[in-house]
């Protein structure tokens, strides 16, 4: 059933008749208009009153016309010189730069490295306080690059670049069919300041477009100029408006029904607070929520502060709340919603049994939630949404010189998300995958990301532009969103029913290594924080089950299902044992065969950044078999057709695989270069638990008894050995050998297919 937002809280937009006919939903057509502008409006008068309601006649704006960058929807130029951009502020060095042969580029600025402007000295290489904007914008440009960048003259000068900025700002695929059409129409250019030598190195201005992810690039222009109505930087206010929310969600609600659409299951023993009346209740099915995703405070360590039982049992919430919690609130009623989901409050803390019923219904409750709010900024829940309540928001660089203007398109929000305090929390994971509609509170700004698009208030993103001709989802070659994706992936859809049996595969092993990462209060809660995620691939076209994490499709035969398993088993650790800082850590009540098992981030070697349709991966192991408690011997078979979310971590934790070892005489190991090589090949070794270093490894493989090496299986001509740890008369897994030399054929050297096969139990 399609709810309604209440009539005061609908956007009013004037359309204008399309340019060109876009008949067809391929993702290379003809886009609508290269001059659509984005559909938002005006904010409401009284941030704080959502009674109060905006006059609709105020917002209405034609689309046809052309606009100035400082007179956006977003904010006045008032406004952007309230921020800090007054002429007078700006330094006599920075009058120097010419800035009108900036301005004079215009869309002809189309090379991947840009063009020089002039020489800049070696001033930007040290931050130093100013209240000059343009050295503030120009100091945030700067990038001295890798360690290992090679070209770089540190004793000459620097050299200021203007770089196109639909090029820097990576939102649409280069090699996308309109790419050139966009950029043939944006005139805006980026300053940046490089080192000398580096002006035409193509491997440093990959990091520095990074770079410009992480840290935003500035526009300039002449005020006099329109600007275009596509990827042009606009004026973010210094409050949360929550019109342009509003207009994203009523885009998403009305043409994404497919992907966007909410779960047929009710959460049992579901509990709502009502944000008018602060009680909390029953939820019924009809009701309508917004689910809140947040880091807890520093205190609560087992029970929710202020007493989550207290306000149970007294049917209202406390009178103080953290100010994320009472901030999530005002957002909910300027949204237009009544009801707010918030863990700490709808769950009760103190009753084990409810509490673990809830947590195993976690991904409907933020599944069937219109809408997630996700409090990415601040360590945790004391730090509040800037710009809603007491939290201000981080102002926007901004300069004005003579008539030149330049605006910051201030950071990426994924690049924000990534590195927020939030996204290293492992119970955030599966609340923002399994959202539908997500909108994300930073420090400068509100990012919406839904299953279908993604939009962000520093940058105009026309959303009919960059939707396929039936608006159900944004063309594949714009930038996808940031949830449920390993950062390596940075276009393509993400619809697990539209996907092959191998890409649900990939997708699968993506969450994980995503997942792997992030920090748990609790080693108990290694798969239960992701119980939402697993029961998500239980239900795609391609379903998939595991078994204590490790993926494998239900619908092929034995043979194929168990390529799949061991292939799952080739995990390694990102960081191995002899890494001082972040070396693995093994959780109790979890094999050591699962990344589970393991406090640390693993990585799939095959399948990052895999564009194969196929699982090629062969199997070494002869037999795959499991031991229960009571010691009976299980074949994968018998529990491979019967395990779910529910039954995965009561399935039996010894593996039985019956493989061929190889001999120790194959190993070598050069302690001054750290390379390993396996019959003169070099090879990689992740371990992760082991001796005091490499060398002692070493040593105690050629002496035998402690370690094992076994082929789990080959990958064309990759090639992938555990590594186990004898501990009497059962073993742990340890480690992953790998051999990528793609010429290399293991066969030549050892036919493995013929050496005598050793069974281990693994647990």
């Given amino acids: 059933m399609e709810i309604p937002f209440p009539n005061h809280l609908l956007p009013v937009v004037s359309l204008t008749r399309n340019l060109v ?41 034609t689309l046809a016309r052309k606009r100035k960058l400082d007179q956006t929807e977003h904010g006045s130029e008032d406004d952007l010189r309230s921020r800090g951009a007054s002429q007078s502020n700006i330094c006599n060095k920075c009058r120097q730069i010419d800035l009108n042969k900036v301005i004079g580029l215009g869309p002809k600025n189309q090379g991947i490295m840009g063009i020089d402007i002039q020489k800049v000295g070696r001033r930007f290489r040290q931050r130093i306080p100013t209240d000059c904007p343009l050295c503030q914008i120009l100091f945030d440009s700067y990038f001295f690059g890798s360690a290992d960048t090679k070209g770089r003259r540190e004793d000459g000068d620097d050299v200021l670049i203007a770089l196109n900025f639909l090029g820097a700002i990576n939102v649409i695929e280069p090699n996308a069919p309109r790419f050139k059409n966009y950029q043939e129409a944006n005139p805006l250019q980026c300053l940046v300041v490089v080192p000398s030598g580096l002006e035409y190195n193509l491997q440093y201005w990959g990091d520095l477009r ?15 100029d329109p600007m275009p109505e596509v990827f042009a930087v606009q004026n973010v206010p210094s ?31 579901l509990k709502l607070i009502d944000c008018e009346s602060l009680a909390i209740k029953s939820a019924n099915p009809k009701d309508v929520y917004v689910a809140l995703s947040y880091v807890w405070g520093p205190s609560d360590r087992n029970n929710a502060p202020g007493g989550a039982g207290d306000a149970i049992e007294n049917g209202r919430l406390p009178q103080v709340l953290p ?11 300027l949204l237009g919603f009544r009801y707010l989901w918030i863990d700490k409050f709808c769950i009760d803390q103190a009753d084990q049994t409810q509490k673990h019923d809830q947590i195993k219904q976690m991904g409907f409750v933020y599944e069937n ?17 800037p710009g809603v309540g007491a939290t201000p928001r981080k102002a926007q660089n901004a300069a004005e010189i003579g008539n030149i203007r330049a605006l910051s398109s201030m950071r990426h929000p994924h690049s924000f998300i990534r590195s927020s305090k939030w996204s290293t929390r492992g119970w955030t994971f599966q609340e923002a995958m399994l959202s539908r509609r997500r909108l994300v509170f930073t420090d400068e700004q509100v990012y919406f990301e839904c299953n ?3 939009c962000y208030e520093s940058v105009t993103i026309p959303l009919n532009e960059l939707h396929i001709k039936s608006k159900s989802k944004q063309r594949s070659w714009f930038r996808a969103g940031v949830f449920g994706r390993n950062g390596k992936e940075t276009f393509g859809g993400v619809d697990l029913n539209t996907q092959t049996l191998y890409r649900v595969f990939v997708r699968y092993l993506a969450a994980i290594d995503e997942y792997s990462g992030r920090e748990l209060r609790y080693d108990l809660d290694s798969l239960d924080a992701l119980i939402g995620v697993t029961r998500k691939f239980e239900e795609v076209r391609h379903p998939y089950l595991h078994i204590w994490g ?14 799949y398993l061991v292939d799952g088993l080739s995990w390694v650790h990102t960081r191995d044992c002899w890494d001082s800082t972040a070396a693995p850590r093994r959780r109790a009540g979890f094999p050591s065969w699962s990344w589970a098992g393991w406090a640390g981030k693993v990585s799939f070697p095959l399948h990052t950044g895999s564009g194969d349709d196929k699982l090629w991966f062969d199997s070494a192991i002869q037999a795959v078999t499991f031991e229960d408690e009571s010691g009976r011997i299980l074949g994968f078979a018998q529990i491979a057709g019967r395990i779910s979310v529910e039954t995965s971590q009561s399935s039996p934790q010894v593996l039985i695989l019956k493989a061929p070892i190889l001999p120790s005489s194959a190993f070598s190991y050069d302690p001054e270069t750290n390379q390993w090589t396996i019959f003169n090949e070099p090879a990689q070794l992740n371990l992760s638990q082991g001796p005091t270093s490499p060398s002692d490894f070493y040593r105690e493989l050629q002496q035998g008894g402690r370690w094992q090496c076994i082929l789990t299986g080959t990958w064309l001509r990759s090639t992938f050995i555990m590594v186990l740890q004898s501990r009497g008369s059962i073993m742990s897994r340890a480690g992953i050998f790998q051999i990528t030399t793609p ?7 050892w036919d493995y297919d013929t050496v005598k096969k050793t069974t281990f139990r693994i647990d």
């Fill in 21 to 61: 006919q876009d008949d067809s939903d391929a993702d290379d057509a003809l886009p609508t208009s290269l001059a659509v502008a984005q559909n938002s409006w005006t904010a409401v008068s009284d941030l704080l009153s959502p009674s109060v309601s905006p006059n609709p006649t105020s917002s209405t704006y």
């Fill in 210 to 224: 990074s770079h410009l992810q992480e840290h935003g690039c500035s526009v300039f222009y002449h005020e006099h």
């Fill in 239 to 269: 409050r949360f408006d929550s019109s342009v929310v509003v207009s994203w969600l009523q885009y998403c609600r009305r043409n994404h029904k497919k992907l966007c659409s909410k779960s047929r299951t009710f959460v049992d023993g």
């Fill in 323 to 333: 100010a994320v919690l009472s901030d999530a609130i005002k957002v909910t009623k």
């Fill in 369 to 385: 939630a219109e809408l997630a709010i996700i409090a990415a900024a601040g360590l945790d829940e004391n730090y509040g949404l």
């Fill in 452 to 454: 279908a698009m993604n």
């Fill in 550 to 563: 490790i993926p494998y499709p239900s619908s092929l035969g034995f043979r194929e299902v168990c390529n």
């Fill in 743 to 749: 010429t290399w054929d293991l066969r030549k050297v």
